[in-house]
């Protein structure tokens, strides 16, 4: 997903708070409450919200109730997430493709490619209009 976050239909703003996510994630894609984002990140709670947003929007992070305390828990879809090594991390994948058929994940919602992209290392004819 990282090489695809640029077509994301989100704003900049919202970009750069999935990076801060996805770096400040645990392995398996576990967040920190949002009081605990806010701090980090140096922003108020009702801003953690705003950038949120289009992310629960997308199924990019996902909120489920927590049981102790009330609240809500975090965490980045499977398919979104960071692993500690490839195993791990192909199980992840193959349990959230059969959570995903069974109708108990969302799948992530960004567009798909309109145009194939360009080979990595081979440069975009760039021209100015």
Do not use: C
């Not at 645990?26 to 919200?49: D, F, I, K």
């Amino acid at each position: 997903m990282a090489s695809r976050i640029w077509a994301l239909p989100i704003g900049g703003a919202t970009v750069k708070f999935l990076q801060y996510l996805v770096f400040r994630s645990e392995n398996g894609g576990a967040l920190p409450s949002q009081r605990e984002m806010a701090v980090e990140y140096n922003v108020s709670p009702s801003t953690v919200s705003t950038l949120l947003d289009p992310l629960f929007e997308r199924h990019i992070v996902l909120r489920t109730k927590a049981e102790e305390r009330g609240g809500n828990r975090y965490r980045l879809h499977p398919l979104a997430a960071k692993y500690d090594n490839i195993e791990s991390m192909e199980a992840a994948f193959a349990h959230a493709l059969e959570e995903m058929k069974a109708g108990r994940l969302p799948a992530i919602n960004i567009p798909e490619y309109k145009v194939v992209p360009p080979d990595e290392g081979h440069r975009p004819e760039l021209r100015i209009a």
